[in-house]
């Protein structure tokens, strides 16, 4: 039978117990920093406001499938909103650059070993670091290409269509947004699910599986309805919408008869 | 022989040769700051062997595959029965416990590679230096403040309820393998580990150690806190023992959050 295998250590152990500073890891600095708050920031921020706005711009979206002119007067309520650009950066564009920027930082910040930890949760923690920069890098070009270059649909909804389908048009673009979009849900769909796990809220095993299904299904459905959206610009139905429509012509909407130049098969 | 009989007269089989051998290869660095090598080597293949039996075989005769004599592995392990939590290293890329690392079960075609724990300084060879969770478990206070110098007299009543929830907790052998296979436990984060988070729970439930709780619940707001957790879930996976971790992070969380609220307002 063994009985004793510890052997003799020629070195003496890194001088931990004598206050000079550790090699490796570090112990936990109690009572030291701001990142609790930062990072609880950073996870809030991911549910509202930029989720509760990812769930606006994806359901407004669906308009498209009703045609140019109820797309346009979509858009053209949500400019009319009180306060709007104010809204637009305290709820949409501030909290997105901290939350995008604060994750990066989390990602680079991580040490991913899904190689040698090939496990589900592994592999949904190392996803949503990927989705994440996904979601960043086409938001960038997205908000450039659509908010702040071009026709401003802020004062034009009646473009927004024509703007948005000039875009999708393009087999590689049409391709980008559809990965984004899948990219986002899921970041979102999961986020959800962390957010609920690491503020206690489903602390149980059984729960968190449970929720994660919920969350699975959720996104899911958010995905198709965007991927929808995206066709109505692409589909014969709207083909060579008008680069603007009349206010006239938003106001009566989805009644409006087929504006000048649409190919209507109606 | 063939086998040993214990009181009751029921056989314990023995470990018999094979007639095989296979591969043993380990990581090895003499010193702290030394650069790492890889030591082979190859011995009969027993029934039964783990991986800390094939290093007392290696320190019997410790002669590599090109036959070059070197000195012993130097290791640490001492229960031989996964209580002790000291055995922890990398066998074929993942971290576990060695002593119950079966060599039938781990080998993968006759190969066993064994490195040191990845996230903890080498001392030598696959001993590492943990002292990075005995100092956390001293900043959540992880006991029972008990000392004094008069009788206190009987403690208060645990009710068997709130043994099985503090059971599975106490289980935990400070193996730090939690800590190992968490991809947010590292020199950048300095992440105070899933096993730090279960043991501040343990006590926080504790009639007695609950008197702590508010001052472990403000440590594990600092730096390097609970808010670092990525939720990987590969600590739970992992953990030897099966401490229910990702439950405890996720209600130590939730304790966390309603003393940042409450502090806000309190203090
Ligand atoms: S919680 Fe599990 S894996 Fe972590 S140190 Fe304790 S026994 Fe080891
Ligand atoms: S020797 Fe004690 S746990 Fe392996």
Redesign the interface.
Known sequence: M?T????????P??G??KGTR????????????H???L??LHSLTGIVPIGAFLIEHIVSNFEALKGPAAYAAQVKFLNALPFVRVLEWAFIFLPLIYHAGYGMY?W??????VI??P????W???A?RWTGGIALAYIIQHVWRQRFSGVNLPDHPGAAFHKVQMELLHPWMFAIYAIAMIATCYHFAYGVW?FC?????????RA?RGFGWVCGVAGLLLCTIGLASMWAFVSPKYRNAPADLTPAQITEGTQAPAPIGQAHTR | MQAAETLTGAAIPLSKPTGKTYRIEIKRQ???DAEPHWDKFDLPQRTGMNV??A??EI?GNPVTTDGRATT???????C?EEVCGSCAMRIN??ARMACSALIDKVQENGVVRVEPLS???V??DL?V?R??LF??LK??QAWVPLDGSYDLGSGPRITPQQQEEAYPLSRCISCTIC?E?C??????????GAA?IAQAKLFNEHPTGKVLKTERL????????I????????CV??CPKML?L??AI????????IQ?AKDIFTR
């Open positions: 063994a004793t295998v510890s052997t003799p250590v020629s070195a152990p890194t931990a117990r550790h090699k490796g890891v570090q112990p936990l600095r109690a009572g030291q920093g990142s609790f708050l990072r609880r989390i680079l910040r991580g040490k991913s070993n040698y930890y496990w589900a949760g592994n949904l923690y190392t949503q962390l796990a690491k503020w206690g809220i489903t602390s149980g095993e968190r | 003499a010193s702290p800390i039996s290093m007392m320190a012993p592995i130097a290791y640490d392990a001492n031989l890329g993942k996230k903890m300084p001392i030598r001993s230096d002292s990075v100092e956390n900043r959540v800590m296979v991809p947010q436990f590292n020199e950048e984060t300095n992440f105070v730090t403000h440590a594990l707001m600092g730096d390097g806190g808010h670092e957790c990525g939720f990987s879930g590969n996976t992992a229910p990702t439950r996720s209600e130590v969380s939730r304790d966390v959050m940042a």
